[in-house]
């Protein structure tokens, strides 16, 4: 594989980022500009990757542990890393000011996008991105444990299979082709949700129960406008069929569990207390979990790709193709995937945050000394409250 030749790296404009507000909607957005004037404070660039899953380091950890609902967490991923999409560089990718494609002077662009100068991106895609992360960690990690939690896979699992692209898609013959079979079924999944569902309520259960009947409906001859030769030949495989009558037993052994989760703006499900699932879905997820896994990866790193080069000694070479920081952070989840990197949970209960122990550190389960320090603290509180009279061990070296 390159990455274990020559690594990879990216090149991204990082800047000292606020969130702000513009045209009613919440933005990340630099301090610095780019293009820079009149004394004003020049984005700069910052070489990031290099190898750093050599060193058992991996940006994609760091995104998926950043805290959504914290928006000094956010901005501080950002002063280190940038934006997963840099609108500098789309900028500087593709110059100029157009507006629905046409060629516009710039002080009628900046009317409409006054932070264009400054490298910015809405708040609410880069959430989106760390929910993405945050899927395809907790799935790989309970597909590595010893004692999986189904409960807490199917959490992450079926907004992977169903929603990944919620949203994405206007189901015309300008949306981008979908190479995999799990993304081809979510696609057919999102567009009769698009035709049929109800926008206006979410409801889990009315979705997937919508989504088998307008299925039953095409198997018995029905014609609907969304049936498609791609459709049609999807169905002929065995795999999406498997798919297909996995959301068939969860309705059919779950259904009563399955009306009481919720669903939040980013697609995660939120399950009620004491949610536990069928025996019949337990089988599925170990069907089916590692290839919808390995399709959502492939499916993004479509157009990531190495190409040939010639380097500074005239001898040919290989390198990735990357331009954006998430273009990176996609290799660096081919390469954790598909390797054995011990990926853990922080056993802090009130931390969770992933973490790779370094080699001969697989027996480490807190992230931090920290939360190492505030679990044996807590313990501590505990047993006093259990015994307040029991014996306490003094400070020093006395008790050894």
């Not at 907004?159 to 057919?188: N, S, V």
């Not at 979990?289 to 500074?312: T, W």
């Not at 992933?354 to 047993?383: E, L, W």
Request: charged share 30%.
């Amino acid at each position: 594989m390159i990455t274990s030749d020559i690594g990879f790296w990216v090149d991204n404009y990082v800047g000292t980022y606020q969130i702000i507000e513009s045209e009613g909607k919440k933005y990340i957005a630099s301090k610095e500009f780019h293009p820079a004037r009149n004394g004003e404070a020049e984005l700069k660039k910052k070489r990031l990757f290099m190898d750093l899953f050599k060193n058992n380091e991996y940006i994609l950890i760091q995104l998926a542990n950043v805290d959504t609902k914290d928006e000094n967490s956010i901005v501080r991923f950002c002063n280190e890393y940038g934006l997963p999409y840099s609108s500098s560089k789309i900028d500087d990718e593709r110059p100029g000011c157009y507006i629905m494609g046409l060629d516009v002077d710039e002080r009628t662009y900046s009317s409409l996008y006054p932070l264009y100068r400054q490298d910015n991106m809405q708040v609410y895609e880069f959430k989106r991105h760390v929910v993405s992360a945050q899927r395809i960690l907790n799935v790989k990690s309970e597909l590595e444990s010893q004692s999986i939690n189904y409960e807490n896979l199917f959490r992450f699992l079926l907004p992977m299979l169903l929603y990944e692209r919620y949203g994405f898609y206007d189901f015309d013959a300008d949306d981008p082709e979908r190479c995999t079979e799990t993304m081809k079924f979510q696609y057919y999944f999102l567009n009769v949700l698009n035709k049929v569902g109800d926008k206006t309520i979410r409801s889990l259960a009315c979705e997937l129960f919508g989504f088998v009947v307008e299925t039953q409906a095409i198997g018995k001859g029905e014609n609907k406008v969304y049936v498609t030769d791609e459709l049609r030949s999807l169905f002929q495989n065995e795999y999406p069929n498997e798919l297909y009558k996995f959301l068939v037993d969860l309705i059919r052994y779950d259904n009563g569990q399955i009306n009481e989760i919720k669903i939040n703006e980013f697609n995660e499900l939120q399950l009620p207390e004491g949610f536990h699932l069928s025996v019949e879905t337990k089988k599925h997820l170990d069907e089916l979990a590692s290839n919808i896994l390995s399709d959502i990866i492939s499916e993004s790193l479509q157009r990531v790709h190495p190409i040939m080069m010639v380097d500074e000694n005239g001898k040919i070479a290989s390198k990735w193709d990357l331009k954006y920081l998430y273009e990176g952070i996609l290799v660096e989840t081919l390469v954790m995937a598909s390797g054995d990197n011990n990926l853990k949970k922080c056993a802090n209960p009130n931390c969770g945050k992933f973490f790779t122990p370094n080699p001969g550190r697989n027996d480490k389960i807190y992230c931090s000394h920290t939360c190492g320090i505030n679990v044996a603290k807590r313990r501590q509180r505990m047993r006093d409250k259990e015994n307040p009279n029991r014996e306490r061990l003094e400070p020093g070296f006395r008790n050894r």
